[in-house]
């Protein structure tokens, strides 16, 4: 009853009406006692992370995206538990959001950079792709965990955290009676359904091309020009949440490369002329946009240094015992004891020290040099993905991830070590390191929403652990699956961008090839330009670096969000369109991402319903676009069905 008069006497989006520095009340009242964690919230919890780390592995090896998984699964937390009857069911859905959301940072950690050992001919155990992923993920939050205080509370007000916004608005509104859960359940179907006839039986094509046309082939043959685009459902929906500004910023990157590099360079020589465009993007315009990548991670360290002096001194602070009377007698103020970081920490370092040692490296003074780097990248950049997921929610975890494989490697083979085993070596040391960071900057959202909302940090903490093993031990099967099912490369549908990234940089670095420095220097003085003149440099940069069939849809999702949010002057009616074509792009994606899964299943059994020659010819290309428009009217007019709250 106190929970339900606290949230009934506050105003619609009061956390997010607050000026900064102005007192917050939480919606849990501190001295209240409500349920969360119980076996019904941890059960769900756990659900939802075996659930979404299939589809967040499947959907970031495809694209090089990784949608976040709070958003939907706060949805359907409290899709259930209106079905199910359950009353007061606020804090409970908090724990099981924050368990189930382990899943996306998990995932990221370990696709951007472990299927690089794949793809460079190496073989990756399941013990070695679980380990690195538990031992980054729990490096994220316990050294996160001492900063909780300094993003959430000293900075309330001050950081727009967009994520953990758009969650706590799903939370508050399902206890409050909100209905969502069934729009997102169909727009799951719909975009599940769509995109399983293109992966399992292939009735229409995945990705339209301009070569369809005669001019279009002729453009790309002669001028080494062609726009391709890929046709599903849940990059269509991805488009959407990212939203027109950031999918256009992309798009520049892609449109750089693809219309203006790839056609100098392939009419400059007679060795281009002769590569196709495809060909001449991945020598000259991929570097471009991996030295692009690397330089917005660093310049996100310098930018980020000061907030990491602040925070640690918070942290000293409270390791040297000084804790506030808050902190000891506030429930909504309750972290987990340093003790136990420290002891989690050094178990964590000492657990993961063996496993380089005897799963890895077997040298010991290499072991030591590897944990050496994984500890001091992972502490310098956590408050940086913390940062960059406060501020914009996303996190530059691969361009960081860019930095510690160039850094690992020369170190590495500073010390000895160089070829194959020195690819396996740096990369898993990735992989621990990119999996630090992506949990750092995702939990900082599930903090802040608890801090909102009222729950007890202490327990979202002490529960995100089960989260962290139970996302690492999925995403490690789901990529083997993939791995042996379609392999990872241009040539497959798993093209897996991020890890084709890692596995150019590190291959000449540890082989003694040639390296193209030259179009890393280009692309980190683009980087350099680009935030000078106010550009963010890390979505351009990724643009230059993934495919164009992959981001042409990012703008016409980011179009589709545009078009719905403008057509009223009605601001209220704007909103509510905004947010309900929210809930259609996750299901788009969500359902997309997990039928994906479910035809790799099939193809793995050998369960072959592809329409093969109907597949490869034209009528198939022209049938996709016609679903793709199809697809497209669906979603716009469907999202203009919104109405505005009374």
Request: proline share 4%; glycine share 12%.
């Amino acid at each position: 009853m106190e929970q339900e008069k606290q949230l009934q006497s506050l105003p619609e989006n009061a956390y997010r009406e607050l000026k900064p520095g102005e007192e917050y009340r939480p919606m849990m009242p501190a001295g209240s006692h409500p349920k969360e964690v119980t076996p019904y919230s941890v059960t769900l919890g756990v659900l939802m992370a075996i659930i979404f780390s299939a589809a967040a592995a499947y959907l970031g090896l495809k694209i090089g995206q990784v949608f976040e998984a709070a958003i939907p699964i706060a949805i359907i937390a409290v899709g259930v538990g209106n079905v199910l009857g359950r009353k007061n069911m606020l804090g409970q859905n908090v724990i099981v959001q924050s368990i189930g959301a382990s899943s996306g940072v998990i995932v990221a950690g370990a696709i951007f950079t472990l299927p690089a050992l794949y793809i460079l001919g190496l073989e990756a155990q399941f013990y070695q792709v679980f380990l690195s992923s538990l031992f980054g993920g729990l490096l994220g939050i316990v050294l996160l965990i001492p900063f909780r205080k300094y993003f959430v509370k000293e900075m309330h007000g001050k950081y727009p955290f967009p994520e953990a916004t758009a969650t706590t608005e799903v939370l508050v509104s399902g206890e409050k009676g909100g209905n969502q859960a069934k729009l997102l359940a169909v727009a799951g179907l719909v975009g599940g359904l769509y995109d399983f006839a293109i992966n399992t039986f292939g009735l229409w094509t995945e990705q339209i091309s301009t070569r369809m046309v005669a001019f279009g082939a002729l453009c790309a043959e002669k001028f080494k020009v062609v726009l391709n685009i890929n046709t599903g459902a849940a990059v269509l929906g991805l488009g959407y949440i990212i939203g027109l500004k950031y999918a256009a910023i992309i798009a520049a990157g892609s449109a750089l490369i693809w219309f203006l590099v790839v056609p100098v360079v392939g009419s400059v020589g007679i060795e281009t002329a002769g590569m196709s465009p495809e060909q001449l993007f991945a020598a000259f315009g991929r570097p471009i946009g991996i030295g692009g990548i690397a330089m917005a991670g660093l310049i996100g360290i310098v930018r980020q240094s000061g907030i990491i002096r602040q925070a640690l001194g918070l942290a000293v602070s409270e390791l040297a015992g000084r804790k506030t009377g808050e902190q000891v007698a506030v429930r909504t103020q309750r972290d987990v004891t340093m003790k136990l970081i420290l002891t989690v920490l050094i178990a964590t370092l000492a657990a993961t020290f063996f496993f380089f040692q005897f799963g890895v490296l077997h040298n010991w003074t290499q072991t030591v040099v590897a944990l050496a780097i994984v500890f001091v990248i992972a502490f310098l950049f956590t408050t940086v993905a913390a940062n960059a997921i406060a501020i914009v929610g996303s996190n530059p975890v691969s361009g960081m991830t860019l930095m510690t494989l160039i850094l690992s490697s020369l170190v590495l083979v500073s010390v000895g070590l160089n070829g194959t085993a020195g690819m396996t070596a740096a990369l898993v040391i990735g992989g621990v390191v990119c999996t630090a960071l992506s949990m750092a900057g995702g939990f900082i959202t599930d903090l802040k929403i608890g801090y909102w909302i009222g729950t007890t940090p202490k327990k979202q903490e002490s529960w995100k652990f089960l989260g962290t093993f139970v996302s690492a031990a999925t995403v490690a099967g789901v990529m083997i699956l993939l791995n042996q099912t379609y392999g990872f490369g241009e040539d497959s549908p798993m093209v897996a961008p991020q890890a084709h990234a890692m596995a150019a940089v590190i291959q000449p670095l540890m082989e003694g090839g040639t390296t193209p420095w030259i179009l890393y220097f280009a692309g980190a003085v683009l980087a350099l330009v680009l935030t000078g003149i106010g550009v963010p440099a890390l979505p351009f940069s990724l643009g230059m670096f993934i495919p164009m069939y992959l981001n042409a849809p990012l703008v016409v999702g980011g179009l589709v969000a545009w078009l719905v949010t403008t057509r009223s002057k009605d601001a209220a009616l704007n909103k509510a369109r905004g947010d309900r074509g929210t809930l259609i792009a996750s299901g788009f994606i969500a359902g997309g991402a997990l039928m994906g899964v479910v035809s790799a299943i099939l193809k793995f059994a050998e369960v072959e319903w592809e329409l093969d020659g109907w597949a490869a010819g034209r009528g198939a290309q022209w049938l996709g676009l016609g679903m793709y428009v199809a697809i497209i009217a669906y979603f716009i007019i469907h999202t203009m069905r919104a109405r505005k709250e009374a």
